[in-house]
């Protein structure tokens, strides 16, 4: 193939193919153009090399001004070290907003089925601060799984969250039920009642993670009494 023939050739294809995948194309290189397949920069990977490898990430932090804190000096910090200010987020910042709310917010897991209600507090780690069941206050057998029972289990967590000073630490609750037992009404009678006039006020988000299933293997057949 001669000189003319085949840059005839590379001429026709350079549109629809990369250089770079089919070098058999091409007779010499100084056919292919400056710079990356499909660009017209001429910059290298060589020209970055020189460049400080945290500057748009330091740019970036800069366009946020002060809507951020930085802890440690103003260089050289890790950037997992940034954390905003409580109540103050950039214009865009919507879903950092709600991550940032995610992550500082405490959890109330209520799982109320037929037999017992099981109540944990934990923090926004997932670490538990407070598990208790029915059982832990003293009811046995059959009556673990009464209204009464949930409800007195309501009452005993709210007043050991005071008791163990955690108010404070608590700036949001979520709520998390799970199950349809006695419990879950007896429980949520106790928050709005007189037991649960200081936790009421913390409640940003009610949520329920009751499982259902899809599929599987045959349920067990309900149970018929009379």
């Known amino acids: 193939m001669g000189h003319t023939t085949a840059l005839r050739l590379y001429r026709s294809l350079k549109s629809s193919v990369c250089a770079s995948c089919h070098p058999n194309l091409l007779v010499k290189s100084f ?3 400056p710079g990356r397949p499909f660009s ?15 500057g748009y990430m330091d740019n970036l932090l800069v366009a946020v001004g002060s809507k951020f804190q930085r802890k ?12 905003p200010k409580r109540g103050d987020f950039p214009e865009t ?8 709310e995610e992550e500082e917010r405490h959890h109330l897991h209520i799982y109320a089925h037929k037999h017992n209600t ?12 407070i598990s208790v069941s029915c059982g832990n206050i003293g009811f046995k057998k059959a009556g673990r799984g009464s209204y009464d029972a949930a409800y007195q289990l309501a009452a005993f967590v709210m ?19 799970r199950g349809f037992g006695p419990g879950r009404e007896a429980v949520t009678k106790a928050i709005l009642g007189s037991e649960g006039q200081k936790i009421r ?10 499982r259902l299933k899809f599929g599987g293997t045959r349920s067990k057949k309900p149970r018929r009494l009379g």
């Open 118 to 129: 099981h109540i944990t507090l934990s923090k926004p780690d997932r670490n538990s601060l």
């Open 93 to 100: 910042g919507n879903l950092a907003k709600q991550e940032w």
């Open 40 to 54: 017209n920069s001429s910059r290298t990977l060589d020209a970055r090399k020189d460049e400080e490898p945290g």
């Open 201 to 210: 006020p913390l409640i940003c988000k009610l949520s329920d993670g009751t």
């Open 159 to 177: 007043s050991r969250i005071q008791d163990k000073g955690l108010l404070p630490q608590i700036d949001r609750l979520e709520i998390i039920y």
């Open 31 to 33: 056919f292919l153009p």
């Open 72 to 83: 440690g000096s103003s260089y050289g910090v890790s950037y997992g070290d940034v954390v």
